[in-house]
């Protein structure tokens, strides 16, 4: 602790919490409410560098700290229809989807990208949260199918970074189900061969943690993301009890065995780097070697005399890794 | 004690009529009979016009009604020989999720799906249909059996949503969903799903993802229960009736936005006025869509379910 930080900054706040905090300077974290200095932000990856409390962060910036150099391609995804249900609460759908493209500049809540990490190929998909809490509609649907695809044509892993609260209401059934649809997507990946990461971020919650979210051949999770089904406030109406400490908290998943690893943010990039090396580079040792076939054949050979000199010279079996 | 729902109460109290004159009926005066004849009909032409413009929000009403034919009716009556198979294998065993083997029309088939229960004992050892992980491990389990022995699979779906409590969150209600939709979409073997009540969001869809979907005429698919989705868009939970009439949860908006393949119609005035036809009119129902199933191979029944649910994201209402 020095002295920038033991009486600088305090003051700083003491002085600003007078009068309106300029958004784009200075930021209060959401866990310990300190002011972090906008800069500070994002050099530690939105991770506040009081307490460690990882910030939610749009999917492009999630993009740029995980691909080499920064550098990576978005596909365009295939239009779906805007408000199939021409859906309205106290607002038009159709108004709402409006408002979320123009603030956050994209089509909606997914996007999809390829490049390099690590040297290899890896195909993301990524959450914005910030558009409409992240939700999986029909579009949301087709990114992650159209990430499935381009995972299994370039022969590349996949990772899927949700940030979700589940099901999209407004498009109802269709909402629904993506919940099927997008683990078929996912599976496609897993069927060719593909490593399938998830890195869990806050939140992953409703229909998206109970299909492709929670179907990962290895499941990341960020520090103190809420991962699970059910929302807690729902939970707490059900139960009427209070929640249990860190409740539904990546650490918690962690200690009942539905994660791999909690892995921060600043680690996420050579994190992943190693799992694709470990999986797919595998090594001399780790080639397989197809057996000659008799070797499988027990049973044939010794029902049937003379089976072992049909089949031709025996090959020299290779040593097990 | 007959359970009328508030929109029935014109109906109930014609009912109530007949059942008053019946009674005075007694010393056999031709004028009561008569009387009771002509109530009849008048009942009869209400619960017609009634039933036959139910808003959305009734019918979430009438999938609810607590003497609608649930799982075990179904399974007492069109299936010889059940033999529920019970536990996960894992931690336990959840009866809100009953399953097991048994004969459907002469073939051997596993039988799955929620059940509610029928009195207060039974709701709350069914915990009103409300599955735990267990449920979706065992739904998973049976299915994979029906695979191994090439029985096909017949899912009834009743349930509010799977249950929101600590425990299930605790042991991965989410995961057990995923895997349960998963194995949906995996086996390879004839699969269709009857959605007979209330059809709630991911527990629903855990045991739905199927060949062919059925679903009743008065029966709701949601993504979200209307009270709910009332409270988060509408903030206020009084709105569920408009937000019943949003959600497009009936069977017949279903089946024009093309998320499920057939409405199978109720008896007159709902399912629990006359539970026996509205099982048989199932039966027939499961019956149809199997024998399309039967003779074609598991592999392509497989490819040709998922490429169903990848095609559906061009749905929606056209224009």
């Known amino acids: 602790m020095n002295w920038l930080t033991s009486f600088v900054r305090p003051k700083i706040q003491t002085l600003l919490r007078k009068r309106e905090v300029p958004e784009n300077l200075w930021h209060k974290c959401p866990a310990c409410e300190q002011m972090i200095f906008h800069r500070d932000l994002e050099k530690n990856l939105c991770v506040c560098p009081h307490c460690g409390h990882h910030l939610r962060i749009a999917a492009a910036r999630r993009l740029d700290m995980l691909f080499d150099d920064g550098a990576y391609q978005k596909i365009e995804l295939p239009k779906t229809a805007p408000d199939p249900l021409r859906f309205r609460d106290l607002k038009r759908y159709s108004e709402r989807l409006k408002e979320a493209q123009a603030r956050t500049g994209l089509q909606d809540a997914a996007i999809v990208a390829h490049g390099r990490m690590g040297g290899r190929q890896v195909v993301v998909a990524a959450f914005e949260f910030e558009f409409l809490g992240g939700s999986m509609g029909l579009a949301v649907g087709e990114a992650l199918v159209a990430a499935g695809r381009l995972a299994v044509l370039q022969g590349a892993p996949l990772v899927v970074i949700p940030s979700s609260g589940g099901a999209r209401m407004q498009e109802g059934i269709l909402s629904l189900v993506q919940m099927p649809r997008t683990t078929i997507a996912v599976n496609q990946v897993k069927e060719a061969g593909l490593p399938y990461v998830v890195v869990l971020t806050d939140p992953t919650t409703g229909g998206v943690s109970a299909s492709f979210a929670m179907l990962g051949d290895i499941a990341l999770a960020e520090p103190g993301a809420v991962i699970g089904f059910a929302g807690q406030r729902v939970i707490q109406e059900t139960i009427r009890e209070k929640l249990p400490e860190g409740f539904q908290r990546a650490e918690y998943l962690y200690e ?32 397989v070697v197809a057996l000659p076939r008799h070797d499988l054949d027990i049973p044939a050979r010794e029902a049937v005399p003379g089976a072992e000199a049909a089949a031709g010279p025996a090959s020299p079996t290779p040593p097990l890794p | 004690m007959r359970h009328f729902l508030d929109f029935e109460k014109p109906i109930a109290e014609l009912e109530g009529k007949i059942e008053e004159l019946r009674h005075l009926g007694d010393d056999g005066r031709l004028s009561i009979a008569e009387e009771v004849g002509k109530l009849q009909e008048k009942v009869t032409r209400l619960i017609r016009q009634t039933y036959s413009r139910l808003t959305p929000w009734q019918r979430t009403q009438v999938a609810r009604h607590p003497d609608r034919p649930h799982f075990s009716h179904y399974v007492a009556r069109l299936v010889e020989g059940f033999t529920p198979l019970a536990g996960d294998r894992a931690f336990g065993e959840d009866r809100a999720v009953v399953g097991g083997i048994g004969r459907f029309r002469g073939h051997s088939a596993v039988i799955l799906g929620h059940e509610k229960g029928a009195d207060t004992e039974g709701r709350l050892r069914h915990n009103f249909g409300m599955a735990r992980p267990e449920g979706y491990r065992k739904a998973r389990r049976l299915m994979r059996l029906a695979e191994r022995f090439r029985l096909p699979v017949i899912s009834f779906v009743d349930t509010p949503g799977a249950y929101p409590g600590v425990d299930a969150e605790a042991r991965g209600q989410a995961e057990a969903i ?4 998963e194995t949906c979409l995996e086996i390879r073997v004839p699969f269709v799903a ?6 709630g969001s991911g527990g629903a869809v855990a045991i739905a993802a199927a060949d062919r979907v059925l679903m009743l005429e008065h029966a709701i698919y949601s993504v979200i229960s209307p009270e709910g989705c009332a409270s988060i868009l509408w903030r206020s939970g009084d709105k569920a009736e408009e937000a019943a009439e949003a959600l497009k ?58 490429d169903k649910y990848l095609r559906m994201g061009s749905l929606g209402l056209s224009g």
Do not use: N, W, Y
């Not at chain 2, 995923?178 to 939709?181: D, E, L, V």
């Not at chain 2, 629990?272 to 598991?298: K, M, N, S, T, Y």
């Open chain 2, 249 to 306: 949860l009936t069977a017949a908006d279903l089946e024009r936005l093309g998320a499920i393949d057939g409405v199978v119609k109720e008896p007159l005035g709902g399912a629990h006025r006359e539970p026996e036809a509205a099982i048989d009119a199932v039966g027939e129902a499961l019956e149809a869509a199997l024998a399309g199933l039967r003779a074609v191979d598991g592999g392509v029944l497989r490819a040709q379910r998922r």
């Open chain 2, 194 to 199: 009857a959605i007979i009540g209330e059809g």
């Open chain 1, 256 to 287: 009942h065995g539905m994660v791999d690893m909690v892995v921060p943010r600043g680690k996420l990039r050579e994190t992943l780097i190693r799992i694709f090396s470990l999986l797919c580079d595998r090594g001399p040792a780790g080639e």
């Open chain 2, 178 to 181: 995923a895997r349960s939709i």
